[in-house]
């Protein structure tokens, strides 16, 4: 199976959240997660270094789309024909984010994932902490790593298994070297799960959970140390409901095989209290 997303070098580059208070959002992001609110059409766009977030009007913690950016316009048009061979009828997909020629799929949850070549930025300056990844809900996760991992050519870093019955309940895929940049949870629901900002290391975890502290922005997990990825992690909840994660010292991967973990509560934080979705 050829890794077209890994070869494209596939990286989360942007999310598009959709909510009844789109502004709200943009305040909370813009403050809480040191970024530049602007408005974006009907509705706002908040960047800082490495991370970039659309919020529009709509259902409460809708997902608009996932910008995942690749390496140079060649990837975008490998990949435009891998999920055209693949059945996937591929999109164009118009945003000013993106280089002409970006292209939607839909997943078979319905997930809008936009795949593009992003124009050269200006250097933001602010914490350390790029937008990684996005983790999503399934009721179908066989369905949904085939989607990812058999049609784009994501690959599988890491299975949480429950026994006895060999149920996969979580599915950690890739699309460069870093451990996920896409994640799926087997719960009642479909949609997004949380996303996350690679802080890289402890001590600029710490400079955000210090941030967050001053506003009075309680931690609603960590820190701990998840099994899977080995990354550092911290969360905390927007007003919308939407679950941030600063994380650091994620895995990079070059050539390991998949491994399989037990769904307990050790594989989701090794040093203590996790929150098992099912
Ligand atoms: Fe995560």
């Given at each position: 199976m050829t890794l077209t997303a890994v070869k494209a070098g596939a990286f989360t580059h942007h999310l598009h959240h959709t909510s009844p208070d789109p502004e709200r959002l943009a305040k909370f992001y813009a403050d809480t997660m040191e970024m530049t609110a602007e408005k974006h059409g009907a509705g706002w766009l908040v960047r800082g270094p490495g991370r970039r977030m659309i919020f529009t009007k709509g259902a409460v913690n809708g997902l608009g789309h996932i910008g995942m950016g690749v390496r140079d316009k060649e990837s975008v048009l490998d990949l435009k024909v891998r999920a055209e061979t693949e059945g996937l009828s591929p999109k164009l997909f118009g945003t000013e984010l993106f280089s002409a020629g970006a292209f939607s799929v839909t997943d078979p949850d319905g997930n809008l994932i936009v795949f593009g070549h992003a124009p050269e930025e200006k250097p933001v300056k602010g914490v350390r902490g790029p937008l990684q990844h996005v983790t999503f809900a399934t009721q179908d996760i066989a369905r949904f790593q085939a989607f990812y991992?058999?049609?784009?050519?994501f690959a599988v870093s890491d299975t949480v298994i429950r026994q006895p019955?060999?149920?996969?309940m979580t599915v950690f895929m890739r699309s460069n070297h870093e451990h996920h940049t896409i994640g799926v949870f087997f719960q009642n629901r479909t949609g997004v799960d949380h996303h996350s900002y690679e802080a890289g290391e402890w001590g600029v975890m710490k400079d955000w959970c210090d941030r967050f502290g001053d506003r009075h922005i309680k931690l609603d997990w960590g820190p701990g140390r998840h099994g899977p990825g080995n990354n550092l992690f911290a969360f905390i909840t927007d007003p919308d409901g939407n679950w941030i994660e600063i994380s650091a010292e994620l895995e990079i991967i070059y050539d390991r095989p998949a491994k399989v973990w037990p769904h307990e509560e050790r594989t989701l934080n090794l040093w203590g209290m996790s929150k098992l979705r099912a």
């Open positions: 991992v058999d049609k784009l050519g019955d060999g149920k996969v």
